[in-house]
């Protein structure tokens, strides 16, 4: 069992930076891919951006692609999302999940509450 906490979400002026963090606890040992998702209000939840186990292999949606970065530190059992150039249709809930390197949220299998980032511009 894997328990995910996402922080670091809050209301930000377009073109400006953001750093989400996401603390990975539990059955760590396995080796997961932590990827991230949003939800926007009314809308379905969508990938983001993963990254591998060895952090060595990321994939990122277009619509983030040059402008948000993703990391992990398999040391502190954590993961975070670097969000710059933000614009408003960046505004959503966003989650932290463990599971495949993969783009579908079918393939994760434990998931955070969610921290919610909003862009005003």
């Known amino acids: 069992q894997v328990q995910l906490v996402e922080s670091g979400g809050g209301l930000v002026q377009a073109g400006e930076p953001l750093r989400l963090s996401c603390a990975v606890s539990g059955r760590t040992f396995s080796s997961y891919a932590l990827g991230w998702f949003r939800q926007a209000a009314g809308k379905e939840r969508e990938f983001v951006a993963v990254i591998s186990w060895s952090g060595k292999s990321t994939v990122y949606a277009g619509s983030v692609k040059g402008r948000f970065t993703i990391s992990r530190d398999n040391a502190k059992n954590t993961v975070t999302l670097q969000m710059n150039s933000l614009k408003p249709e960046d505004t959503a809930v966003y989650y932290c999940?463990?599971?495949?390197?993969?783009?579908?949220?079918?393939?994760?299998?434990?998931w955070g509450q969610g921290t919610q980032v909003t862009v005003s511009s």
């Open positions: 999940a463990a599971g495949a390197f993969a783009t579908s949220r079918n393939n994760y299998d434990y």
